[in-house]
């Protein structure tokens, strides 16, 4: 994991691709693997895309359609975020009916689950922190929010169950994107 004095507030464009492009709250881009549940040649080689469609999430290979995959069948959803975790497995955030969510792959059950996250916590969002396949035994799934002044990180490490305060300011409310910069850091994009 990186260290908490590496984490910092960015910019547009800071991000590295494909976090760097524009689309929106319900369509979102991330670098994987060569396919679900194989991470054989990394986590950074090819670029996925999660979205929904008639209430479902789908996740698939940018330049692969046929790897499209049916994830999270759920109403009402208005935010999204996709990262994979080090066995190339799907991580999500989103926002349905005003809740905040995660779903991801549970060890100690070895099967996905759906978590929803506490009343206040406002715009989910995931990253891992490390994909370069040398760096993956230190790498983390990072959870990202805002809660009520307060922008807030959770890692995979701890089961996402401590809330870490990375700043308070009563004139920021929304947390847009977070992930790997162009400087090699892990940013947060908070407005």
Known sequence: MLP????????????????NRHYPMTVVYS???IDIGNYTQGLAKYVWKAYIEDDTIYVEREDKPS????????????QLDLAFDQSMRVFLTY???????YYGFNAQTSDYQEIQLA??????????????????NRS??????????????RVQRERFTKEHVIASNANKSMLWRIGRTKDNR???MWR
């Open 4 to 19: 908490i004095s590496d984490y910092h507030e960015v910019k547009d464009n800071e991000f590295l691709p494909p976090r």
């Open 31 to 33: 670098l994987g693997g």
């Open 119 to 136: 009343k206040g916590i406002e715009f989910p969002r995931c990253s891992i922190d490390f994909h370069e396949q040398e760096l993956v």
């Open 186 to 188: 892990f940013g947060f």
């Open 140 to 153: 983390d799934v990072i959870l990202g929010y805002v809660r009520g002044e307060n922008l807030c990180y």
């Open 95 to 101: 926002v349905a009916d005003n809740k905040a969510y």
């Open 67 to 78: 790897t499209k995959q049916a994830v999270l069948t759920k109403q009402n959803i208005t």
